[in-house]
């Protein structure tokens, strides 16, 4: 009795562990297909691959160490695959500085300590690029084992200075994101100059770096602009979340602030949202930046209104009105490719670094780690899907970046603007992307 | 024939041997009692006739149906109630659901309630405690309890196992006057016992049990000067 | 202090009532710790998402329904084989099993969170003398303190409730007299299965999103607040559930900012401390093994 129980108990732990490692790899010639509906944007430099056999280059392996599943996985799915694409499509165009790239996505669950271990089986592996997860906290432990190794650790998206001030990590790291002291004095820059809110109520999600310093840099720029806080409040936005207590709070001040802002991410931002028009709070939200936008957003809170958010386009699954045509054009791409549309706007940054890694290795002519950093760093504007972006030696967000504002009414989703900051705010003197503009 | 008979009937737990092989029988309305010290396998024969342990071999037969090898429900449905050793009456459960339990097997509940009724009339203790948590009832009052609640699923035998362990003398001749009670009444019982004066005292036939077998049956219902000698023999042997 | 904090401290400290109820039911009939339980609620959540074009009555009822067959299927796939081993073999069982539900959500749904659209019903508000109380707190209220009622009058009135708490305290006896465990154990699944169900309605109709980790917070509330509770004990895991809800809440309304995000550090300190005053729980029922 207890010998078939155990075994029982046995079978069943297998099982979900047989479950849980299944990780998904491929290569170019499973691709073609997809290759051949290639955007009209793939307008990666078009330095023909051809030309370039240099001895330097060898084949690119790719190792993604993301998540497939856990709490940054909404945010790590359809980036991966938009990257993915974007590799098909340069291998179908003859390959990367002749050679054929490959790549192998491994599951990291979102757990720190998996993800350390997948980083080093990717190294001996052989792996000589490591592309690690959308966010801060979640990619450290994966883009700390690369920088040991000399080898690029190429974030999908995140937005916290950490991953792209060449100290924190160290010069390997370097995400396409424009990062979060851009988005932070972009969205008080929209509050303050284009909407004329004066006063905000700032309601702080502390679950990530991302998220406290996303709060931080909209809380400096509306300052410097002559903006007033008028409140704050903190809550964790993971599952537990009970906004109730929040909400209390945010109800006295709310007849005194113009905006609400709130920095998080789903999918606790969008309880956190119904819970404050529940309540009959109908003042102005927004989240400066883009990781509250989607069909999330709009499939949660059907009616949602005065809802503003900061995403890299307006993607066509529930967003109207990009004003430019590639974003359509990758949308349709990827729904062909990956069966369904992106229903966030990440993937586009994550699309763009695949390209920009194409162009950099191009540049380069080699394929080392260093000399891939060096060509990143040197590599001049260029629009690879949304707008011109570039890097710096000093910098490894993107600047110039041409970020979307975004307006919900009544449950959709539309495109109002297209934003640059004028100036970043300066409070983080550890930070070399405030002065990077 | 007999109301209940096991034959050669051998217990094993893994490569011990608890009772190697027993013989005996409880007829219609009698009182037997199953005597022996401490680990001889009193307490084993008791599982083993209630369905709790398997014999590695032998038979028992209750009204000349097989019944080794059923579950506890089923003999208990076919007519064997049992009065474990240490009562393990329900505490946290009243005296009247105690009594409610013990009327399971019975599909009517009108009738069960109705017995309920009558074994609070039969045990005053128990009527008057009706509402109180089991738990909360003296030695001798669970003892009641436990037998009463055997008694509710109106079974054909009553199994009783150490019914006199850890109660006050006194109280120990109460429960061996409701057994007297129980057999002038007509039930069958078998009742396992350490105290073998007492049950030689009281039963009609007696077994005495030393490590895995019987080695002495007889017929000794109130004759008090063999109760005498069994037992002081029986304590001998077990000092020896 | 603003009342209105007590408001909303009543209001989630009966839904952790609630969910505590059902994994607290499970443990004192059988003595297992049913870290599945947490999956039953996603699995509700999931039903609602599918269900949430129908009648509300059917929504209602085909939640019940769904959630119900996972509880029994659990409890005859997985425990029922295990049901005679030790206690960690079937904490072990019932983590795999946790496991394994998650990773089925987890190919049938995906692994982004699925958007719920809200039933505007529940999210009506009403004003009482200032205080603003929803009709999700009012019925959760009011759920929580009917399921309590109802299962005390299950527990104490009906033969299934005394066969059930005469299994908690001796099962050996109970087969002794006749009680059939395997229909005895079930009714406790379909019981603690409907109370999922229930938390499932209640809890997710404040959430936006159902997804297959959205048990997980929920179990272990309802663990840490049947042991603080009192093991064993329904009245007594309905207290703990209740205080770990409210305390949490009142904690984050009167934290200052600073302190406030350590309102989960604050709550499990108090957690220990009553569990190193009161070792058996705040009403300990005897004779529980853990």
Redesign the interface.
Known sequence: ??K???I??AA??A??LL??ACSSSGTTTESSAAASAAPAASVAPAEPAASAAAASCEPLNIHLVV?????I??FD?EPAQAFEMAIDEMNAAGGICGQQATYTWTDTKSDPALTTQIAEEAVAAGANIIVTTCDFDFAAPAATVAQANNIPALSLCLGDRKGTDLVTIGPMSLSPSPGNAFKGSAAAEFAYNTKGWKTAYVLQD?LLEYTKSLGAYFKGRFAELGGTLVG?????G???L?????V??L??AAANADVIIIPSV??AA??M???IR???IDTPIMMPGAAVDG??V?????DISDFYSLPFACMPAYCEGDPNPNVKVFSDAFTAKWGAPP?LAYPVLSYELAKALGAAVEQAQATDGPAIINAFETLPATDYLTGPIKWSPFCHHTTGRLQRVVEYQNGKAKFVMLITPEKIATIDPGNPCETAQ | MSLLELSGVRICYGNAVAVKALDLHVDEGEFVALIGHNGVGKSSTVKAIAGVVKPTSGSIKFEGNDILGQQPGAILRRGIAVVPEGRRIFTRLTVGENLTVGGTVRSDRVEVKKSSAEMMARFPVLGKYADRMAGLLSGGEQQQLAIARALMSKPRLLLLDEPSLGLAPQIVEQVFDLLEELRKQGSSILLVEQNAAQAIRAADRYYLMRTGGVIESEAAGGDQAKADQVESAYLHFGKA | MNPQYIVDAIGTGALYSLMTLGLALVFSVMGLMNFAYGQLVMIGGFSIILLRSQPWWLLILGTILVVVFFSLLMERLAFRPVRNATAMTMLVTSFALAQFLQQLARVAFGANPKPLEQFSELSVQYEFAGLIVSRQIILTLVTTILVLIGLALLLRKTNIGIQLRASTEDVGMAALVGIKSNRVIAAAFVISGTIAAIVAILFFATRTNVSWSSGDSIVLIAFVGAVIGGLGSMVGAALGGFLMGFVYTMLNALLPMELRVFADAFLYTLVIMVLLIRPGGLIAAKGVRV
């Open positions: 009795m207890k078939s129980a155990l029982g108990v069943t732990a099982a979900t479950l849980a998540a497939k599943t856990g709490i996985s909404p799915v502390d704050e409040d903190v809550f964790t993971n599952e537990q009970d906004p109730s207590v929040n209390t709070r109800r006295d789903v999918p969008t309880t949202i119904k819970a529940d309540a009959g069909t999330l709009t499939g949660s809170i059907p229903t």
